[in-house]
């Protein structure tokens, strides 16, 4: 796909669905930015954490739209409101969760793009055909220079959410 004449405008349900999350969407294309970045955004559901990870080369910062997102980065926790911004740096482990009741909204902007954009395309493909699984998702992800990184997120959803403490 080439670079929009002009203007891109989508409404926040609009883009590229991806297979990996409800409403998960591919929002700004890479290839819109000369392959500075790409955004995608996504509803994390109560409860959840994405498994923590690190990026080799890419750098996120996420914006969250609605609801309440806790980030992680290399051991350091909090929780964003709603137009929250958190930036996570290339090389340092991190991950996303959601220690409430509602969903969480949010935006992540991956820079540089188009590994990630690739990776993300890559990954929808494999939940569409059924097909993700740790096996099939490591040389993904190993080809895309995101690594699994073993800590355990879980007591994250208890410090932080409604009668935790911190962020409620």
């Known amino acids: ?52 990870h690190v990026h080799d080369l890419e750098a996120q910062v996420t914006v969250v739209v609605s609801g309440r997102l806790g980030t992680w980065v290399d051991g350091e926790a909090e929780v964003l409101p709603a137009g929250g911004y958190a930036f996570r740096p290339a090389g340092l482990p991190h991950s996303i969760f959601n220690p409430f009741d509602e969903p969480a909204r949010f935006l992540e902007l991956t820079s540089p793009g188009e590994r990630f954009q690739e990776y993300m395309l890559a990954l929808s493909a494999l939940h569409e055909r059924g097909e993700a699984s ?34 409620a």
């Open 134 to 167: 740790p096996e099939t998702i490591a040389p993904l992800a190993a080809a895309a220079g995101i690594k699994a990184v073993d800590v355990d997120l879980t007591p994250l959803l208890a410090e932080f959410g409604e009668g935790g403490g911190a962020g």
């Open 1 to 52: 796909m080439e670079a929009p004449p002009g203007l891109v405008s989508l409404d926040l349900g609009d883009g590229t669905p991806l297979a990996i999350a409800p409403e998960a969407f591919l929002k700004g294309r890479a290839e819109w930015t000369d392959g500075a970045y790409c955004v995608t955004g996504s509803v994390l559901a109560p409860g959840q954490i994405v498994p923590p």
